[in-house]
């Protein structure tokens, strides 16, 4: 704490010695970054936001508007109400489970003397997967005639027959939640790596002298001062796992019979393939304040150890 | 002594427990690779082949101008040059762009700060499905209106990667330029540094690893992107590899064998671009969370 106030205390100083020309400077450094986001993201989203108003296809691309009407809609689509669980659901457990999973690669990671630059680099490997190449690949392993994990399963003697994996609904949203927990694991592994890796090794020793024992050294050394690395990791992962289309539209598509509908893919089959776009822009509406009411939650956290 | 033993044993144990799950994580990967070079019979064998038993290259047939029996020839170099293009041009603006934002967010103190900080990080929250169609229609507007040709173009994917990659670079950068004294900062506008100069020849050096965290994610950002590469493309003249990928999947059939060469050497530059700079990923993506 004391720290933060010093920092302050210089930043203040630094920023009173300041002319005129610093604004005109700020100005300059920032306006290109809100420029490009703006054309590319904010404009975008307010007029889609003005067609969600709207009764906006594809046949009659006119905007007619039409007050609340896509919205009633959109209440009373139980299809769309469903793709909303699923999508909470679905981003609740992938984002909890790939930090777990994360954690514990870092911590083991982390404690191998031997090897530690290339377990590394190993870890790494599935960030450099295209999430398109991820879906492929795993809607192969998960293929109930031809598909690894079936195979695997026969020639082990476990199987007698098939698991319908992308069939039944719960089978394949397990599947298109491993392959999500998969690609996304590295990135949380990695950053908690370097948290545990920057802990002074002095706090072990201390506790190593009074007799705890991994767990202990774990609960009360290191989870704790993994904090601000914990925070970065889940919110890198919640963007990241937000913005999972790619895995989920082609393993399964939202299907079969909207089984594994998500927003993600719920939202394009009403405004692409049915081609209504005000109803497609509306309900977009409703997935964007999701994820960015996920984000905010988890920013706020971040922002409190920032000084602003 | 015996309490050490049995620690040491559960350590060996643990240290094997590590490589077996790493070794899972990998299965994917490997067997990527594998399926590219594979005789056909071997790809959905039952039971299942694990390694090769006889190498072929016939699978990298298709990016290389001939057909297989499987798929025909696919422009592969076209989609090579766009993706390695827009991916390049990209990372390139978006890291500048990001950094001189982030610099100021670091350092100076300006009206409503916060706010923008925050909306310019939730700009990035902000799901691909949400964007792609509106966008389009942006586009295609423009295109008719003007002379600049934003669908089917590659300089269209380049801005959107680019705005795509800003928020990310700003909040690394941020967290980068907190990390340096700014008496160095001050002294060198003792000296007679205009804060440009301040900002390039003092700080900038100073946080090149970041820079180079930066640059990692934007780029296999830029180069793995599909969604909105798919809504924005059309044909040869600026389909990126990850579209491509689409040119072996049938109606009915999939050439697993075409497409896992595909991903294998699109694989290529990016373990290449990260090796060249993953030196600084760690450092780079915790710098700013450490105080």
């Known amino acids: 704490m004391a720290q933060l106030t010093q920092a302050s205390v210089v930043e203040q100083r630094f920023a009173s010695t300041r002319s005129s020309g610093t604004s005109r400077f700020v100005f300059v450094m920032l306006a290109p970054s809100v420029v490009i986001i703006a054309f590319v993201v904010v404009f975008p989203l307010i ?101 690894l994990v079936n195979n695997v399963l026969t020639s082990l003697g476990l199987l007698n027959g098939s698991i319908p994996w992308l069939v039944d609904r719960w089978l394949a949203m397990f599947s298109i939640g491993a392959a999500t927990v998969w690609m996304n694991t590295p990135v949380v592994a990695i950053i908690l790596l370097a948290g545990t890796l920057s802990i002074s090794p002095e706090l072990y020793e201390a506790a190593d002298v009074d007799g705890a024992n991994s767990w202990q050294k774990f609960r009360a050394i290191t989870y704790p001062l993994l904090g601000p690395f914990i925070t970065i990791a889940l ?11 790619d895995i989920v539209s082609i393993m399964t598509g939202g299907g079969p019979a909207h089984r594994t509908e998500l927003l993600w893919t719920y939202v394009p089959r009403v405004a692409i393939q049915e081609s209504k776009f005000g109803l497609g822009a509306a309900m977009s509406f409703v997935t964007v304040i999701v994820t960015v009411a996920f984000t905010l939650y988890l920013f706020r956290q971040l922002l409190k150890s920032r000084i602003l | 002594m015996r309490y050490s033993s049995r620690r040491r044993l559960s350590s060996a144990l643990l240290d094997l427990l590590v490589w077996v799950v790493l070794i899972a994580m990998l299965v994917p990967a490997l067997w990527l690779v594998f399926t590219s070079v594979r ?34 020839a696919i ?22 762009l990001g950094t001189m934002a982030g610099y100021v967010f670091a350092r100076y103190r300006f009206r409503s700060k916060n706010a923008l900080f925050l909306g310019i990080m939730l700009s990035r929250a ?15 507007r423009i295109s008719q209106a003007g002379p600049l040709k934003l669908i089917d173009t590659q300089l269209g994917l380049i801005i959107v990667y680019t705005a795509v990659n800003v928020p990310f670079t700003i909040w690394l950068m941020d967290g980068f330029f907190r ?108 710098f700013g969370a450490v105080k």
Do not use: H
């Open chain 1, 47 to 147: 007029y889609s936001f003005y067609l969600s108003f709207t009764s906006y296809t594809l046949l009659k691309p006119v905007p007619a508007w039409n007050n609340f009407a896509n919205y009633q809609r959109l209440l009373q689509d139980p299809i769309f109400g469903q793709a909303f669980i699923n999508t909470l659901l679905f981003m609740f457990v992938t984002v909890n489970a790939a930090f777990l999973m994360g954690l514990f690669l870092s911590q083991a990671v982390a404690r191998t003397i031997r090897g530690q630059s290339l377990l590394r680099t190993l870890l790494m490997v599935p960030m450099m997967f295209a999430p398109v190449m991820v879906g492929f690949q795993f809607r192969w392993f998960f293929n109930d005639q031809v598909g």
């Open chain 2, 39 to 72: 005789n056909p019979v071997e790809v959905n064998a039952k039971p299942p082949v694990w390694v090769p038993r006889q190498l072929t290259l016939d699978g990298f047939k298709p990016l290389f101008g001939q057909s297989t029996e499987a798929t025909g």
């Open chain 2, 75 to 96: 422009p592969f170099d076209r989609y090579f040059f766009n993706s390695t293009l827009v991916a390049l041009f990209s990372t390139v603006i978006a890291v500048a």
């Open chain 2, 126 to 140: 902000v799901p691909g499905i949400a964007l792609s169609l509106p966008l389009f229609l942006l586009f295609a």
């Open chain 2, 179 to 286: 990390e340096i004294p700014t008496e160095l900062s001050e002294a060198a506008q003792l000296d007679g540094c205009t804060e440009w100069q301040t900002f390039v020849r003092v700080n900038l050096p100073l946080a090149l690893p970041g820079l180079a965290a930066s640059a990692i994610f934007a780029f296999l950002a830029a180069w793995n992107e599909f969604q909105i590469a798919g809504v924005l493309t059309r044909t040869v003249n600026s389909k990126t590899a990850p579209v491509g990928l689409f040119d072996f999947t049938g109606q009915f059939t999939i050439d697993w064998r075409g497409m896992a060469a595909m991903a294998t050497v699109m694989m290529i530059p990016a373990i290449a671009f990260v090796f060249m700079v993953q030196r600084n990923l760690v450092r780079g993506l915790t």
């Open chain 1, 235 to 245: 919110t890198i992962l919640s963007l990241d796992v937000a913005r999972g289309y």
